[in-house]
Nanobody, 118 residues
Framework: QVQLVESGGGLVQPGGSLRLSCTAS????????MGWYRQAPGNERELVAQ???????NYADSVKGRFTISRDNAKNTVYLLMNSLKPEDTAVYYC????????????WGQGTQVTVSS
C-alpha cells in the first residue's frame, strides 16, 4: 500500500490561490497515475485533475484554465496549484494513486479541507 499525505489546504478568499501537496511513501515513478479528487458536503467524490507517469494530464471541465497539476519525481510529490478560486471549489480534497502490482490498486490520502469564502 502506498501512503499518501496531503497538505496545503486552508481558508482563502474568492479569487485567491492555494497549492496542495501530496507526498507518497515511495517513488511516484512506479505509480501509473496520481490525481486529486474533491468531495463537498452532500456531493459525490469527483475527479479534479490527474497526471500519469508519462506526464499526461486530465482536468475536470470546471477547473480547466484555473488549476494545474504537476509532479516532482525527486520529492515523490504531486502538486495542485489552484488559482482564481471560487466558493464552489470548497470541498475536502483527496490525493489518489493508481498503480499495478500483479493487480490494480487505488490508494487515498486522508484529505485536506479547502474553503473559499469572504
Amino acid at each position: 500500500q502506498v501512503q499518501l499525505v496531503e497538505s496545503g489546504g486552508g481558508l482563502v478568499q474568492p479569487g485567491g490561490s492555494l497549492r496542495l501537496s501530496c507526498t507518497a511513501s515511495e517513488s511516484i515513478l512506479s505509480i501509473n497515475a496520481m490525481g486529486w479528487y474533491r468531495q463537498a458536503p452532500g456531493n459525490e467524490r469527483e475527479l479534479v485533475a490527474q497526471i500519469t507517469s508519462s506526464n499526461i494530464t486530465n482536468y475536470a471541465d470546471s477547473v480547466k484554465g484555473r488549476f494545474t497539476i504537476s509532479r516532482d519525481n525527486a520529492k515523490n510529490t504531486v502538486y495542485l496549484l489552484m488559482n482564481s478560486l471560487k466558493p464552489e471549489d470548497t470541498a475536502v480534497y483527496y490525493c489518489n494513486a493508481i498503480y499495478y502490482r500483479s493487480k490494480w490498486y487505488r490508494d487515498w490520502g486522508q484529505g485536506t479541507q479547502v474553503t473559499v469564502s469572504s
